[in-house]
């Protein structure tokens, strides 16, 4: 029996010590490492990354001198570029100033940061940081402005385990959002067409450097951003209207309304002389108001509101954009009322003017159908006769009433 079990157990035992080492060796393989890596100045703290340090740029196209700076807690990766040789900046935006920091570069180099200091704010108190390294970095970013003809940039960003994220997003320099954000030249970016992209992600086209993305509007689907190479400008709406008015067709509304514009404070036709005023609340809205009407003038002219539109979510002025025109009084010439004096209603004001105003909708005004002989001699007199609707006038209303020296001069 002793001599038949024996054999049976060295079998057993072998085939247990091959599975062992066989599972070892896949478990090996599969494990990541936990080696620790060092900054390379060879006397700070040792510094725990991820498992895979390398090319966090393998199979994206990167800009030059992009690299992942990370706090030492490892709780937020920040995309940032190297602007000189121990100079790397990101947007605090990402990551605060009093965290510490670490930069890891495409090759997989662990540089530490030896100082940290504000370099660059827009007038939103959106911040650029300058991290200082304690090494030289050897491939420095291309940094410029936008393309003024190019308006598709890449937002790169590394998410909560360290990956990095590209999206194509769009600039706009139309919106009316952000004034300041004026040209390709300006500091304020607008950012649009992005869906949950992540504040202090760095903005890149064609293989250079822009900026930085630093937050979305609270409101609408519009993010701004910081330019590195751009001017801080200073224009108001109603500026920055006229100037987008000069890329759209003459006949846009937005053109019209920036005609409208360039005439304040009096708007002239060749019919009237109107002053306007302009909404203090509403920049896109204003109010035509006649204060004389030239002579020989014989058309029903209207008083207006205006007001632009948009046709998007993001307050963006465009070719689609529509003036809404609303009509809140109107001048009726005496050739198209019918006067008609009523002797018993003596405490009714009773004037004949060279015209009369509606402070309603004309259409609410009481009408009567006149015939008009157009003859030009006494033959064919039935052929000569037409109808015509006049506005009824019998006296001032608080709807219909008659406006003495509305007359230009």
Known sequence: MNKLIAPLILILAFSVTSCSKDAQKLLSTNTPSTTQFEPTDGHSDKVILNAKVGNFCEGHDCPDGIVAVKTNDKSVTCAGIVQSATEVLISQNCAEP???????????????????????????????????????????????????????????????????????????????????????????????????????????????????????????????????????????????????????????????????????????????IQKIHFDSNNPLKFKLETTCIKKGINKILPDSISELSFNNKIQELNEQSTLKVTNYQTFIPKEKVHLLKIDTNKNINFLETEYYLSSVDINKLTTIEQIIDTRRNITNLSNNLKTEIKYLYIGDTKEFSAIDNISCN
Not at 115 to 123: A, C, G, K
Not at 208 to 216: A, P
């Open 98 to 272: 009093n965290n510490t920091f670490h930069v890891q570069t495409t090759a997989g180099e662990i540089i530490k940061v030896e100082s940290v200091e504000e370099t660059l704010s827009n007038e939103f108190d959106d911040k650029v940081l300058k991290l200082t390294t304690s090494k030289e970095i050897e491939t420095q970013a291309s940094i410029s402005i936008p393309d003024a003809e190019n308006q598709t940039v890449e937002l790169l960003s590394f998410d909560k385990f360290g990956v990095l994220t590209i999206q194509s997003c769009e600039l706009t320099y139309a919106s009316l959002a952000y004034a300041n954000s004026f040209d390709n030249e300006s500091q304020l970016l607008n950012i649009k067409n992005c869906d949950g992209v992540k504040d202090g992600s760095l903005i890149s086209q064609d293989g250079n450097v822009i900026g930085f993305l630093t937050k979305k509007h609270e409101e609408i689907a519009l993010y701004e951003g910081v330019s590195l190479e751009g001017d801080k400008v200073e224009i108001d709406v109603i500026s920055k209207i006229d100037q987008i008015s000069l890329t759209l067709p003459l006949d846009s509304d937005v053109s019209i309304y920036a005609m409208i514009l360039f005439e304040y404070p009096k708007f002239e036709t060749d019919e009237t």
